[in-house]
């Protein structure tokens, strides 16, 4: 990074210049991707972070020249290691797909082709790029490359189908596909969007490792701050389909020059400190065909003030000092605008101290509660039993928020689904107010269920299309006959929306708004409890920190109790006052949250902990990792003993014989199941980052 | 697998003695068979002498599982008409029905395939309308009417090929192309709509990013998955093919299975008609377990299932 210009221009792998994306449109194309440009250095990762619809992914696909059609390349250049792409024909870019760029996209349950063999598809990039190999060193390859990924028994796998594999595993699989002709430059597309954070940390080891290997340098492309803030050297912000701002990254995390990518670092809820409220950039994403004039950014901007340059002039790219640059009119006054940002933000430490201390009946109340899937057919009426929740006991107090975390797998959304009585449980008890909920039938059921409300994780398809945003709200009250226009109007005022919304379809709404509408329906029948399922999960950033605050201030304006289902811990950190983790249907953990994130007790949270990316501390997370080995374990034929010690760090012979009870091992309210429960963290030997 | 291929069989078995029983049972409601099958003239102590020698006077369920354990045996009675089994009229004409269904569905699904592949591969918009609208166009005329008019082009003015019959392979053509061309319509918008949602998977973006061309990533990646939901369509689609081809049997004089069984109907030939039913419905099902089986092959996904 210190030699001189000449000899880093031999350094630049990929250089991107004045690249532009439009999609025809009738009134003309709309520029999707608006003059950007970078350059990828040898060896380096390059981090592009943005929301939906930033352009992030586009810009990458155009420099592999497969944008989709109609979708064009408008202007620009595109120069790998000097030589320009952006003319080059279909046949000719097919020779560097693949041999001297690769890609891997976010999805492994789609990205690999169904019908066909793994090894094949491996082997089908080996050969594309060799066509002059033998089919046994075709072969030898792909078992290399397996072996490369991690993937345990090359030889069987390599004839297996891409559904025998899991979620982590076919991520393995593309990235040895990508990895097949060591390329100069991998481009990872949101590579553990899709996976668990125990996944994501295995797979963000091998691509650390096969870069190690081939010296290739990497583009991450992701919405994911904290991952992208340990793992890239430099990095870029998109908004708008415009680079607003490019940095080193700890440069950029510490110091942001736009006020976008300070909005969005402060939106970010943390698991290493606690703020009373997220500052949440306010609108919404504009959409490709509607960006403002001016400055993209400026009706969100917390900075423009209104001020008529914002509006009327695009900010151009400005190095602001060597290695950075931003484009905007006064990224002078982003420094002091965040200062002031994270004062207001701090919290008063006393007022974390728990919200209601009085010792009141549990307003819910879960005894031994399990469930059992039965998994395939028998004329002889016994199939296998799949046991989804075992023994799950807890209670919860009035006014308070518990969260329910783990892997996917899990049970926590099972909890959910049998707590709502949309599924029906095996055994055990629930009390609601101290009447018996599981017990309930007919017009009783149908009345109590009223106090127990869910929002459900996908806003885009948790809402008819067809009904209309009033009717999506009215239709609780009309099941309970007591339907009133005003009170729709009121539920929609509380969650932020004009009446007049009322009148629009769920498809002319953003996916916030659309979980602002979910919000009100759930709201319409006054429960006591809200089950929120991964409900801030599939928002963009600046859109989850909104939710969140208006979740915090709708259960302090109704005294809500919310049950808070989600894989994100450090939405959980900042939302909840008790936690649950699950693993494999089991409770392993549960206490206070900040005892929980302080000093976690099982040694399973202790590596979920451990796997969330922290946009501050970056590096040193990096190295205290825990990287729990293998996947979750067939939940048909669960280990013997505790559940957890197949993948244990700390596992030893007595944990194979004894299945430890969740009791009070560190403190009368910090329950968890290990025989080692609370040796430190410090203990923590095997499964570094190498 | 092994467990869900006895189901099938099950399944199979059960459609069979069903359709078999509707059979023996809707026949019944068109009339006494003795008095059908009797001149006009015939005398009360005939009707009855022919009812006794043909069982009918006893009750119908009894008469129901006396067929039914014949049947069982291979017995399907004897043709009312003809006097020789029924079973041996239906089966001597099943070669015919097979040669023309199978035929015709050939070319139906072979020309799909062609013009569909075709489709995704060229440029051209109004290639791909041009060869989408001649197929709609095609189902559009009844086959019928485009029976005689292929008789009147092929066989009365250019006398290339026969108009009636079976025998040489000349003599399927004309029937085979009719039939044929009327399946293509369903079978390349099934392919077309098919190919077009695959497109937009991600592995197909996926092969292009490995460096692989326009022909093998359609070939190799798409054309594989796309066959899935083609395959389920095709069995059902033959099955009908087999036993409902009549009018194309009747248009071209083929002496197909079809063909027997309206005559039989009009005849009141019960044997016969029964028997029909139940050859074509053992095909039917026959072709949709082979569909099922074929299914977990070309998809693992069934197959681990």
Redesign the interface.
Known sequence: MMADAASRDEDVILAVRNLSIALPGKDGPALLVDDVSFDVRAHEVFGIVGESGSGKSLTMLAV?G?LPPPLRMVSGSVKLRGRELSGLS??EM??????SM??V?Q?PM???????RVGAQIG??VQ??NPGMSKQDVRNRVIELLTLVGIPNPQQRYRQ?P??FSGGMRQRV?IA?AM?NEPDLLIADEPTTALDVTIQAQVMRVLAEVRRRTGAAMVLITHDLGLVAETAERMAVMYGGRMMEQAPAHALFNDPAHPYTAGLIASLPRVDREVRELFSIPGFVPDSAHRPGGCVFHPRCGLANDRAICRERRPEVAATSPGRSVACHFNDETAPWRAAQERAMERPVEARAPSVADDSEPILRVVDLRKEFQIG??LFGFGRKLPALRDVSFDLIKGRTLSVVGESGCGKSTLARVLLRLLEATGGDVFINGEPFMQMSGPLLRARRRNLQVVFQDPYSSLDPRMTIHEVVAEPLRIHGRYDAKRVDDLLAHVGMPPQTGRRRPSELSGGQRQRVAIARSLALNPDILILDEAVSALDVSIQAQIINLLKSLQAEFGLTYIFISHNLSVVRHISDDVIVMYLGHIVEHGPVRRVFETPAHPYTQALLSSIPHPQSGEESRRKRIILTGDLPNPLAPPTGCAFRTRCFRAAAECERHEPALTARTGADHLSACHFAGQTATARAPGDEG | MLNLFLKRITQSVMTVLGVVTAAFFLVRLAGDPAVLNLSAEATAEDIERVRTALGLNRPLLVQYLDFMWRALHGDFGVSLRQNIPAMDLVVERIPATLELALTSFAVGIGLAFVLGVAMRMTPSRTLRQVIMWIALGRQAIPIFSFGLLMILIFSVWLRWLPSLGRGTWAHLVLPALTLGTYELALYLRLINASLASEQRQDYVRTAYAKGQGHIKVLLKHMLPNALLPLVTVAGINLGLLLGGTVVTETVFSWPGVGRLIVESVSQRDFPVIISGVFLISLMFVVINLIVDILYGFLDPRVRAA
């Open positions: 592999l497969l279909f046949e097919r020779s560097i797909r693949g041999k690769a890609i996209f999805d789609t990205t690999l082709n169904p019908v066909l089908e990039a594309l790029h189908y559904n025998e593309v596909m097949a057919f028998s």
